[in-house]
Structures are given as structure tokens and as C-alpha cells.
């Protein structure tokens, strides 16, 4: 039986969870499925493709519910926030998606998830196309970081801290009244905060125009 491109993308995600990205090779993913390399290329004929397909299975659960009857801001919120999650279920899942410009059902849903609600809210087609793309890069910058500390965040942020407290008060006052703050590890309200100032930004983008006209 001929093996199924989402059979490959499958236990290539089971192979990302246990090797990383740096760690997955046609090879590798050729032994998992126990067939020959030329079976994998039919499919995908090269690790690039490989990887389109992946970032396009991250994002498939995102934008399933309907979005039109929610104030735009919170449809932003919404898509920003379940982008996030389908990033943080599998390992270095936002690297997987950076760099992808796939073309699929599911990154297309998840773009009029996030057009439509501008589009209706008054932006232009410039500011809900490219801010659009912005939310997304902010997700993917921040989950990137949040997966770089790994599952038990085994980052010496402590030692950070310490490192920190140890500098001049003179040269860096202001980083130096943050430190606590700084390397504080509550990536939630992070995540928020983020999401909130650029709901914000967009806010003060599409009220712009109509405060001109008065």
C-alpha cells in the first residue's frame, strides 16, 4: 500500500517531539515509516516541502469557530491566542511555521479569521493585510523565545537576575529598577500584555482616518 502524505506528516511531528528541527531528516523519516526515501519525495521532494506541510498541520486546529458575531478586537485576541497554542503543541513548532507561506484551507481560514474582522471593523486593505501579518510574527517572536526556555524553563533566570543586581546602578537605572520584572517567568500575562498593545495600535490605525474627517 502506498504510504499517505498524512501518514508522513504525522510521524514527522512525532519525530519533531522527539528530535527537535535540527534533528529531522528525510532519513530519519524514511526509517520511522519503514519504506524506502523514493516514497517520501512523491509526496514531498524536499525537507522545504516537508516542513510547508508541517506548519500547515500546526495551525489546523485554529479559526475553527466562526468569528463574525465577536467585537473584532476580541477575534484578534482569539486567533492570536489558539495560534499560540497550535505553535506550543509540539516541539520548536514556532520554527517550523516561520519562513512558510503555504497556501492551504487551514492557513486561509485563519487568515479571514483575522482579515474579516478588520476589514469589517473600517481598516484599510493595507492595515488588515499587514497587520494581520504583524500579530502573526508578534505570536511567532514570543513563542519562539517561550520554546527556546524548553518545557521546565531551564533557563538560569535567577542567575540572570543576580548577574543583574551585580552591575552599576549608575550606568543602567532603568533596567535596574525592572530587574525583578525582567526576568519574571509568567509568560501568560506576557502573552496578554503583548496582545493587548497591539490590539491597541490597531485601534488607534482604524480610528485615524474617521478623527481626520471631523
Known amino acids: 500500500m502506498r504510504i499517505q502524505r498524512d501518514q508522513i506528516i504525522a510521524t514527522a511531528l512525532v519525530l519533531l517531539e522527539e528530535n527537535g528541527l535540527d534533528g529531522l531528516t528525510m532519513r530519519a523519516l524514511a ?3 519503514q519504506v524506502q526515501a523514493p516514497s517520501l519525495y512523491w509526496h514531498f521532494p ?7 506541510g508541517m506548519a500547515d498541520a500546526l495551525v489546523e486546529g485554529v479559526a475553527r469557530e466562526p468569528v463574525d458575531g465577536l467585537p473584532w478586537q476580541d477575534a484578534i485576541r482569539l486567533v492570536g491566542e489558539q495560534l499560540r497554542q497550535g505553535l506550543l503543541a509540539h516541539r520548536d513548532g514556532a520554527r517550523v511555521y516561520a519562513g512558510t507561506y503555504v497556501t492551504s484551507e487551514n492557513t486561509l481560514r485563519m487568515g479571514e479569521a483575522m482579515v474579516g474582522p478588520l476589514l469589517r471593523a473600517g481598516a484599510s486593505h493595507e492595515l488588515a493585510a499587514w ?9 511567532l517572536g514570543f513563542v519562539m523565545e517561550e520554546q527556546a526556555l524548553g518545557p521546565d524553563q531551564h533557563v ?3 542567575g540572570n537576575q543576580a548577574d543583574l543586581l551585580a552591575m ?5 537605572p532603568s533596567v535596574f529598577a525592572c530587574a525583578g520584572t525582567l526576568f519574571d ?6 502573552f ?6 497591539f490590539i491597541a495600535g490597531l485601534a488607534s490605525r482604524i480610528d485615524a482616518p474617521k478623527k481626520k474627517k471631523r
Not at 524536499?46 to 510547508?52: G, V, Y
Not at 497587520?131 to 505570536?139: A, E, K, L, T
Open 31 to 33: 526509517q520511522a515509516l
Open 46 to 52: 524536499n525537507k522545504k516541502a516537508l516542513i510547508d
Open 185 to 190: 517567568t509568567d509568560l501568560e500575562e506576557r
Open 131 to 139: 497587520g494581520s501579518f504583524s500579530m502573526m510574527y508578534y505570536v
Open 156 to 158: 538560569d533566570l535567577a
Open 168 to 172: 552599576s546602578k549608575e550606568r543602567f
Open 192 to 197: 496578554a500584555l503583548g496582545l493587548d498593545i
